[in-house]
């Protein structure tokens, strides 16, 4: 399985963006079959959880950081994943990866680093104040 995050850039505090994950090499495999993830890391700091998304999409989990801000989806029919953000802030800056895992129940979502069997090279965002 391949990952690849877009959707990064440069935005004012407040502003919005939209992170998109697209899936492929799925042969044996459909999308949903994976929980998905979103992590960040910022310059200097360790790679921290975002938001997750399980299988079966009744479950979701958010860094407190991000909760009412931040809202991850994902739609099958376009092996994509999604994580929407609003009201952005300058701490919001860094390089946010995206991650898959078949693991565990069908209502899971991960929330560690260690969960996640595929992950995207990583799209920039910086925040401006």
């Known amino acids: 399985v391949q990952l690849q995050a877009s959707g990064g850039g440069l935005v004012q505090a407040g502003g919005s963006l939209r992170l998109s994950c697209a899936a492929s090499g799925l042969t044996f495999t459909t999308f949903r079959d994976y929980a998905m993830g979103w992590f960040r890391q910022a310059p200097g700091k360790e790679r921290e959880f975002v938001a997750a998304?399980?299988?079966?999409?009744?479950?979701?989990a958010y860094a407190g950081s991000v909760k009412g801000r931040f809202t991850i989806s994902r739609d099958v029919a376009k092996n994509t994943a999604y994580l929407q953000m609003n009201n952005l802030k300058p701490e919001d800056t860094a390089v946010y990866y995206c991650a898959a895992t078949a693991r565990g129940p069908y209502d899971s979502k991960h929330g560690r680093e260690t969960d996640y069997d595929y992950w995207g090279q990583g799209t920039q965002v910086t925040v401006s104040s």
């Open positions: 998304i399980s299988r079966s999409e009744r479950a979701f």
